[in-house]
């Protein structure tokens, strides 16, 4: 999946993640669903709509952040 975001993001903004160019590498399907999850970086990460195709992530503090996508198809 293609998520982008901002390179630079200030602390207390926030990003977009799009993960809706994801496709399925086994058959035809479209995605269903998505589930975005934070995987690392400093706490107090709050998402909007993550089961959508994309998701504001609100982000507290200055660091790195990682995060994940999870897609699924019919």
Do not use: C, H, W
């Amino acid at each position: 999946a293609e998520i982008r975001a901002n390179d630079v993001v200030r602390a207390g903004s926030t990003a977009l993640l799009d993960a809706r160019t994801s496709f399925s590498t086994v058959g035809a399907g479209t995605p269903d669903s998505f589930e975005f999850q934070q995987v690392s970086g400093p706490e107090g990460v709050e998402f909007r709509e993550s089961e959508t195709g994309t998701t504001e992530v609100a982000l507290p503090l200055a660091g790195t952040y990682k995060f994940r996508v999870t897609v699924k198809d019919s």
